[in-house]
């Protein structure tokens, strides 16, 4: 059971990156998939989740109006896409499928997957 994001690297502010969320060992159609970060020195802040049919969204404030989260339930991927990116959203971005009656921040989650890196420059 394990997630595999990809996709990060290094923009300048006002740049794009699409994120991807991909399952293995398990079907991702079924779950809740969320998106977490961690900045250096700061605590990990959950950023956006989507509802397993794709139905519902959330995104957190700082995020709302610049990412999109969306799924593709038949080729099993997970999409974050980061438009007007700035340096505050330097960070390691996780995403993580959720089980059952969640909650964004604490879950109880199914599965993390490792990070993907995503440098913003000024």
């Known amino acids: 059971v394990q997630l595999q994001a990809s996709g990060g690297g ?3 502010a006002g740049g794009s990156l699409r994120l991807s969320c991909t399952a293995s060992g398990f079907t991702l159609d079924y779950y809740a998939i969320g998106w977490f ?3 250096p020195g700061k605590e990990r802040e959950g950023v956006s ?3 397993s049919n794709g139905g519902s969204t959330y995104y957190v404030d700082s995020v709302k ?3 999109t989260l969306s799924r593709n339930n038949a080729a099993i991927t997970v999409y974050l896409q980061a438009d007007r990116l700035i340096p505050e959203d330097t960070a390691i971005y996780y995403c993580v499928a959720y089980s059952g009656n969640y909650n964004y921040k604490t879950g109880p989650f199914h599965a993390w ?3 993907t890196l995503v440098t913003v420059s000024s």
Do not use: M
């Open 10 to 12: 290094l923009v300048q």
């Open 37 to 39: 970060r961690q900045a």
């Open 49 to 51: 989740c989507i509802s």
């Open 65 to 67: 109006g610049r990412f």
């Open 113 to 115: 997957g490792q990070g």
